[in-house]
């Protein structure tokens, strides 16, 4: 299974049997709000809402929605908040986590708490999940977001995040492309070793559930054309569903290009701990709070 648009997954998600519960930590929030008021009408995700809950109700009543059809905790603080969403995880009233009005930090401290978190022991990791016109299917692109210089085993869990994740939405076997400027190993890009030896590791069933190739550039990672010029033989190559970058600025400079020089539709979510967490950058529109609602959902086991 493979999807080729948002539409595509979205329609899965719908058609599951399963709503999702989203537990939203300070949801007074009016683009967070907008986005869940969607999700929960189009069958996607039930709203759990945590925060000033005088200002969520009034929210919601601006936005045209009955604020007593939502469930409300009541917190008076960020901090407040962000613990009883991680709470209502671990007994159960929700299935993964939203951010709302607070910053990151504060939520990821709750979530990574040794006592009370929900740490799995592993890092956690940025995925950006893009459609794009002039590819034939949906492409995720990791790390942007999380790991600023990640060495061979964070680069090792960063792969292992993602496939989890392709697993989890029903893809048996996603093709994993490590980006490097060049498709062969040279003792002065430290990039293109890792990305050999990452291959090697999955060759010898460190990896599992995908097929890894590296070191590969990026247009022999997105055009088959490329690398048949090239003499390029590789099942990943024109086909690839994850893109794992070498450092978080060259994560978030493809993902930045892909949305405003080739106007990609983007998710982002935050993986590796026991749930997914729609992480979403502030200046984020309600369809992208959206699409990241339906591709965590998706993505819950």
């Not at 007074?28 to 996607?44: C, K, Q, V, Y």
């Not at 990640?150 to 093709?175: M, R, S, T």
Request: hydrophobic residues 40%; glycine residues 6%; contains cysteine.
């Amino acid at each position: 299974m493979e999807f080729k648009t948002f539409e595509e997954l979205i329609r899965h998600v719908q058609s599951n049997g399963n709503k999702k519960r989203v537990a939203v930590a300070a949801a007074h929030d009016s683009h967070a709000l907008e986005a869940l008021i969607l999700a929960d009408r189009d069958n996607i995700a039930t709203p759990v809402l945590v925060g000033y809950k005088d200002q969520i109700q009034q929210l919601l009543e601006e936005l045209g929605a009955d604020a007593d059809a939502y469930e409300i905790y009541d917190t008076q603080s960020d901090k407040e908040s962000a613990e009883k969403t991680i709470e209502l995880i671990k007994e159960g009233k929700a299935d993964f986590i939203m951010k709302g009005k607070l910053q990151t930090a504060d939520l990821l401290k709750a979530v990574v708490n040794k006592e009370k978190g929900l740490s799995k022991g592993k890092i956690m990791s940025h995925i950006a999940m893009h459609e794009v016109a002039t590819y034939h299917k949906l492409l995720a692109v990791t790390d942007g977001g999380m790991m600023m210089y990640p060495d061979l085993h964070e680069k090792k869990q960063i792969i292992e995040n993602a496939v989890e994740v392709f697993n989890n939405i029903g893809y048996e076997c996603p093709k994993v492309a490590v980006l490097s400027a060049v498709e062969n190993v040279n003792p002065k890009m430290p990039e293109t070793i890792d990305a050999d030896m990452l291959r090697q590791m999955n060759r010898d069933g460190d990896i599992k559930n995908c097929i890894v190739e590296g070191p590969i550039s990026y247009d022999l990672a997105w055009s088959r054309e490329s690398a048949q010029i090239k003499g390029y033989e590789s099942e990943v190559a024109g086909d690839a569903d994850i893109m794992v970058v070498p450092n978080i600025t060259a994560g978030n400079i493809l993902g930045k290009s892909l949305i405003y020089a080739a106007n990609a539709k983007m998710a982002g979510f935050i993986v590796g701990a026991q749930v997914p967490i729609v992480l979403t950058s502030r200046g984020a529109s309600t369809q992208e709070k959206y699409l990241s609602l339906a591709i965590s959902a998706s993505a819950v086991k």
